[in-house]
């Protein structure tokens, strides 16, 4: 239902996601863990729209989500 794929975000020289691939089907509940610094709320920011990747896709339902507002993000 949810898809990341080979997401690259960076800030600076700092690569916070690394080709990160996520998919999160309907009805499941997902956690993401490791340590601080890790990418986890890096990652939360580009499936949401906050952050745009550098590279990589963000989908729902195969529909792509890159390019939409937070608020419109919801409302797919």
């Known amino acids: 239902m949810l898809a ?3 997401v690259v975000k960076s800030f600076g020289g700092f690569q ?3 080709r990160c691939t996520l998919e ?6 997902t956690g993401i ?4 610094g890790a990418g986890k709320s890096t990652l939360f920011n580009v499936l ?3 952050l745009e990747p550098d590279s990589g ?3 729902l339902k195969g ?3 890159l390019g939409l ?3 419109q993000r919801a409302k797919t």
């Open 4 to 6: 990341a794929t080979d």
């Open 24 to 29: 999160i089907e309907r009805g499941t509940v």
């Open 57 to 59: 896709g963000v989908a």
């Open 48 to 50: 949401g729209g906050l």
């Open 63 to 65: 529909q792509s989500l």
């Open 69 to 71: 507002r937070p608020d």
């Open 33 to 36: 863990i490791g340590p601080n």
């Open 16 to 18: 916070a996601l690394a």
